[in-house]
């Protein structure tokens, strides 16, 4: 059975480890404790104490509030409300829609043209965080990325209660 | 509730005299009923003796892989011999995959197809299966992608019983249709497709038959590689019927028997054991579009073909509770008038091809993954059409965007759990796709496809960036091929091939870089060029805050002076870089010809014209403001990145040394992040008001010809994703588009 310890996996959520021992996490058997040593690493890397429950990328997550209650969270403390709602509609946006703003990330003819799709982005509002990209149409339905299934991961696949 | 009509016993040539027909009905039914392949519980074989059962396991898949490099010295292909766009598998009677070669394993599904349609259309009565024959197949209608990729089919027996098939796969360089190259793009029906072969018997007694060589000799342009790519096929096959029967010799046939069985249930298991070991539970949904620019081909095209229009795949990915997997299109648009369209056999190829390479790359590998699986391509849809005479030469430009969010699903998934190894940004088009044809610089009508496409960048991964020029989400081997090789098969000059700066999606870590290539049409009167790749929109996007990588364009310099240049030894184009300083056009006279009509229809070039191909980049993954500095500046210093974009994009402010390096400004740069975070909020609204705002441009239709016509077909082909988007948008049940 592989297990890593806990300093590996914050190396790995660092971003600290060498190519050579990435790769070999990678063709290795999988860790079956990494869940808890990865939640416990990202716990001590957060500036407050809710309990982090499952991370949705870098800097946001799905966290047991004092209260019981279960929201999605900034790194930055912001608060995005119940966990089954779409995140993204809690957030600010800013849309690049036009050559000028594209062109701050593009050269042109690089880019995506106006009018066939834009590029939102996602901003957190407490510390101007971009969390998410979507490249879409205009008109198109904001995308709910991930709805976890929070319940049976907990209960049915790590084997405790929620 | 299946009926088996089986043939009378010692009739058949399966096993125990039962026809194949009735082999795989039992299959299904056993599958239907149980959930299980074959029915089985107990991997016995695997139990009882496991050191065996690897061993098996492992001669077999020796056996394709030894095929697999032996067989490709054959062929004279580039695309073969350079690239390795070959594959071999391993078959049971039904047609189920045991194990497979390297190389491009999408075939290993769409061959399973094949099988099972010559086993449904009942080719044991006629034309008859016996040892020694040779069945050929590139219908994507029965089992394929495209008619690109030829497969040839070869029974295998033991003692007069069927115990499987070995089949082989190559994509060529030509084939037959009206209009040059192996991926023609104009065909808008099948009949414009060129040569193909709807899983036909094509050779007997181990030979070719005479009246298939002859014909194929003015089937297709170059029918030389033609031939020595079906030999390369053939040999492969050969290589594998020998290698299961020193296994048999050895093992007996009964335990071949039941270890073919047991090693697909194992690896449906297996398969179901990962998505458990390494995902969440829940539904993913991530789209794609890519754009047609077929409007500019007003004349040369029927009205009905002759439009820009928009795809649309609506992705999702859910899994259950037993970690049940189902792969979703519901909401794609329309299948159209246009050589994209994916038949089912592709699409589900495309997913395998996929899924090995993320979710099941170590493990018993074969059809396994299959049974595991529930796919729902709505009918009607590009992906899966409900007209079977649609063209489907190039159905990798749909299917290409189509599955470029899985990587992306899975990987919110393995962030969840902690696999940040396993993390990837989804991946690029693999593309430009650089095919032409007409007279060639040997005298002959030649058609051409290069594959220096397979080696694009990939795209960001958790905890660095992509890597560059490497990859292809159809070949996980990928090699861009050496320019030497290209240019023996092609009339056309590398004047150069670089990294091309920008070409990969911003973000804290960015996607791989993709390259460029100077082609310059040469020792031919003329050549039609064909450009392919998204130009109006972004294929897919980054991750957690990453950008998309580019979108193309297309770009030529007719009637240049390069003939006077080489003449006089003057400088010449060897590069391009930037589109707003093009050095391609700085170092040539010309006509240029520059647009956004990434896809069209044969271009003709004449000798000295010069033709830009941009390789497509990674996607970026996460918050370009948290990108190291040293990152952005050895980016500018290795020319990676135009140095107007290190601030307008990363915020970093950077300066060059009397020596011409660029150095990095840490407290300018500092300044200048912090002020980009302000910019942020302050340019940003409540996505709450956002959509109230936007709403009323839905409500008034106010959306481009394609754009609309997407929502269109989306929402009457699915009334499940009309429902959502009128959700959405808070419109009533009448509203339409």
Not at chain 2, 284 to 307: I, N, W
Not at chain 2, 704 to 732: C, K, N
Request: proline share 6%; charged share 25%.
């Amino acid at each position: 059975m592989t297990h890593y310890d806990t300093s590996t996996i914050a190396g790995l959520v660092d971003g600290k480890l060498e190519w050579p021992q990435l790769k070999a996490m990678m063709s290795n058997f999988k860790d079956p404790d990494r869940f808890d040593k990865y939640i416990a690493v990202l716990q001590e890397r957060v500036p407050w104490d809710d309990q982090i429950l499952l991370p949705l990328g870098p800097h946001l997550f799905i966290v047991r509030k004092t209260d019981g209650s279960i929201v999605t969270k900034s790194r930055s403390g912001y608060e995005f409300g119940d966990y089954r709602q779409n995140w993204k509609l809690k957030a600010r946006i800013r849309v690049r829609d036009t050559e000028a703003s594209l062109q701050e990330l593009y050269p042109a003819m690089m880019h995506c043209t106006p009018g066939w799709m834009e590029l939102r982005e996602y901003i957190d509002p407490l510390d101007g965080t971009l969390l998410e990209v979507e490249a879409v149409p205009p008109g198109y339905p904001i995308i709910h990325s991930f709805q976890p299934d929070l319940e049976t991961f907990y209960r049915e696949w790590l084997g405790r209660e929620l | 509730m299946t009926t088996i009509t089986d043939n009378p016993a010692g009739v058949g040539i399966g096993w125990g005299g039962r026809s194949l027909r009735s082999m795989l009905e039992e299959s299904e039914r056993l599958f239907a009923e149980t959930g299980r392949y074959y029915g089985i519980e107990r991997l016995t074989l695997k139990e009882e003796d496991p050191i065996r059962y690897e061993k098996l396991f492992s001669r077999l898949r020796g056996g394709m892989v030894n095929a697999r490099e032996t067989a490709l010295n054959i062929s004279a292909s580039p695309i073969v011999r350079e690239i390795g766009e070959l594959c071999f598998a391993l078959y049971t009677p039904e047609g189920d995959s045991i194990t497979l070669s390297t190389g491009i394993m999408v075939h290993v599904h769409t061959m399973s197809d094949a099988i099972k349609w010559m086993i449904r259309n009942d080719y044991e009565e006629n034309p008859g299966i016996e040892d020694g024959d040779i069945f050929c197949n590139n219908d994507a209608f029965i089992g394929d992608v495209h008619n690109a990729d030829v497969q040839d089919i070869l029974p295998i027996f033991w003692e007069g019983e069927l115990i499987g098939w070995a089949a082989g796969v190559t994509h060529v360089i030509d084939v037959g249709a009206p209009l040059p190259s192996g991926m023609p793009m104009g065909p808008i029906h099948r009949y414009e497709d060129g040569f193909m072969l709807s899983a036909q018997k094509v050779g007997s007694k181990n030979r070719l038959h005479r009246d298939y060589v002859l014909r194929c000799q003015t089937a297709v342009r170059l029918p030389f590689y033609w031939m020595l790519d079906q030999q390369t096929r053939i040999a492969g096959c050969q290589m594998i019927k020998e290698a299961v029967h020193r296994v048999i010799r050895e093992e007996g046939i009964e335990t071949y028997k039941r270890f073919i069985r047991e090693v697909i249930e194992d690896g449906r298991r297996s398969f179901i054991q990962r998505v458990k070991e390494l995902t969440i539970p829940g539904k993913y949904s991530v789209p794609s579009f890519m754009d047609v620019t077929f409007g500019g081909e007003v004349g040369r095209l029927p009205p009905e073909a002759a439009k820009d229009t928009l795809m649309h795949a609506p992705l999702s990915v859910e899994i259950g509770p037993k970690g049940e997997f189902k792969v979703s299109f519901e909401g794609a648009s329309k299948w159209g008038y246009h050589s994209f369209n994916a038949p089912p056999s592709a699409m589900q190829g495309g997913l395998w091809v996929l899924l090995s390479q993320t979710l099941v790359p170590n493990d018993k590998v074969n059809d396994g993954a299959y049974f595991a699986i529930q796919n729902n391509l709505p009918y009607g849809s590009w992906a899966n059409p409900d007209n079977k005479f649609c063209s489907v030469s190039i159905a990798w430009v749909y299917l290409i965007p189509g599955y470029s969010g899985i990587f992306r699903a899975l990987s919110m998934a393995y962030v969840g759990r902690g696999y940040l190894e396993e993390v990837i940004a989804g991946y690029p088009g693999t593309w430009n796709m650089t095919q032409g044809g007409g007279p060639n610089h040997y005298g002959q009508q030649g058609g051409w496809t290069n594959f220096e496409m397979s080696s694009c960048g990939t795209s960001a991964r958790y905890v660095m960036d992509g890597e560059d020029t490497c990859a292809a989400m159809w070949n996980p081997e990928g090699d861009m091929g050496d320019v030497e090789a290209w240019e023996i098969l092609e009339p056309l000059l590398y004047l150069g091939r670089r990294i091309r700066p920008n070409s990969f999606g911003p973000g804290k870590f960015r996607g791989g870089s993709g390259f460029e290539s100077i082609r310059m049409v040469y020792n031919t009167p003329s050549q039609v060029l064909y450009n392919l790749g998204e130009g109006n929109v972004f294929l897919g996007t980054g991750l957690f805050g990453g950008y998309p990588a580019f979108a193309g364009y297309r770009q030529s310099i007719k009637h240049t002076d390069m003939a006077r240049r080489i003449a006089h030894q003057l400088p010449y184009p060897i590069s391009d870089e930037d589109p707003e300083n093009s050095q391609m056009i700085a170092h040539v006279e010309g006509v240029l010809e520059r647009d956004k009509r990434t896809i069209h229809l044969p271009d003709p070039h004449s000798e000295y014209d010069l033709y830009l191909s941009v390789l497509r980049g990674g996607n970026g993954l996460g918050d370009v403001l948290e990108r190291d500095p040293a990152a952005v500046v050895r980016d500018l210093n290795e020319g990676y990145l135009l140095p107007r974009f290190a601030a307008s994009t990363y915020g970093v402010v950077a300066f060059q040394n009397a020596a011409g390096e660029w150095e990095l400004d840490v407290e300018a740069t500092e300044e200048r992040r912090s002020a980009m975070r302000r910019e942020r909020i302050e340019q940003s609204i409540p996505v709450e008001e956002w959509i109230a705002q936007q709403r009323t441009r839905v409500v008034q239709k106010d959306f481009i010809a394609p754009v609309r016509q997407m929502y269109q077909e989306s929402m009457s082909l699915s009334p499940t994703w009309a429902a959502h988007f009128r959700s959405f948008w808070g419109l009533d049940d009448n509203w339409s588009l």
